[in-house]
């Protein structure tokens, strides 16, 4: 059998995020003010154009796959890159810190938008903090490291957003937010799993340190439909 983690967008949409989701049948999209994430369950030609149907505001389109895809001539891919999927392996963390974490909200939007479109940890937009459970630490009033929690292909949830100012590296803080997390997701009755980029080495060795390990390799495109299919 597939597992659920191979198609971790579609099951997403189908289960712990159906609430964010538009389109159904074996092709759904996220809101587009929440993440530009389309889901299809077979992602084959007939799915691409169940997804140009949804609508004319749905570029770009982020899919995640386990295998390379053969994109439809009516699609251009803007960019492709490679990714490891990991999942949670460890206990659940201990309190070993006196740093305070705070629960981010509406009114930390600004903020968060400004430190993800600085650091660049993947597509964060207007309402992307809906996913919930986003968790910040904060310098002398300024928000410097923060992530929170994304797609849910039930029972596994993905942490993701995570990034510290460059400023405020070397503090110790992503390891202090994802044990957080780490936490809220097994009490939840959850399993975190995460994507980081294939090249990056550094976040890897942080994510290893806390107990993930790789699962697999899965490849993402970011597409445009360029053509009624």
């Known amino acids: 059998m597939t597992h659920i983690l191979d ?7 189908k289960t712990g995020n159906k609430k964010l989701a538009i389109g159904e049948g074996q092709t759904s999209i996220f809101r587009r003010d929440v993440a530009p994430f389309a889901g299809m369950k077979n992602n084959n030609e007939e799915d691409f154009k169940a997804i140009t149907a949804l609508g004319a505001h749905i ?12 994109i439809p001539t009516n699609w251009e891919v803007a960019r492709a890159f490679d990714m490891l999927q990991m999942v ?5 963390p201990v309190n070993s810190t006196s740093q305070q974490i705070t629960d981010l909200d509406d009114s930390h939007i600004p903020q968060m938008l400004e430190l993800t479109q600085l650091t660049k940890p993947g597509p964060f937009l ?8 986003y ?4 310098e002398d ?19 993701s957003a995570v990034c510290t100012h460059p400023g405020h590296l070397g503090k ?23 994507h980081v980029l294939a090249d990056n080495h550094q ?6 340190r806390v107990g993930f390990k790789t699962r697999k390799p899965i490849f993402g495109y970011v597409c445009n439909s360029i053509k009624d299919a």
């Not at 968790?135 to 904060?138: E, R, V």
């Open 7 to 13: 198609n971790p967008i579609y099951n997403a949409l």
């Open 59 to 70: 570029n770009p389109v982020v899919i995640f796959t386990p295998v390379k895809l053969s």
């Open 88 to 92: 949670y392996e460890g206990p659940v």
């Open 126 to 133: 207007q309402r992307t903090i809906e996913f919930g459970n």
């Open 135 to 138: 968790t910040g630490i904060f």
């Open 141 to 159: 009033g300024k928000l410097v490291s923060m992530l929170g929690q994304r797609m849910q292909p039930s029972p596994y949830i993905e942490i």
């Open 172 to 194: 110790g803080y992503a390891g202090i937010l994802l044990n957080e997390q780490i936490k809220r997701v097994i009490k939840a009755n959850g399993i975190p799993f995460l």
């Open 203 to 208: 976040a890897i060795r942080v994510y290893e």
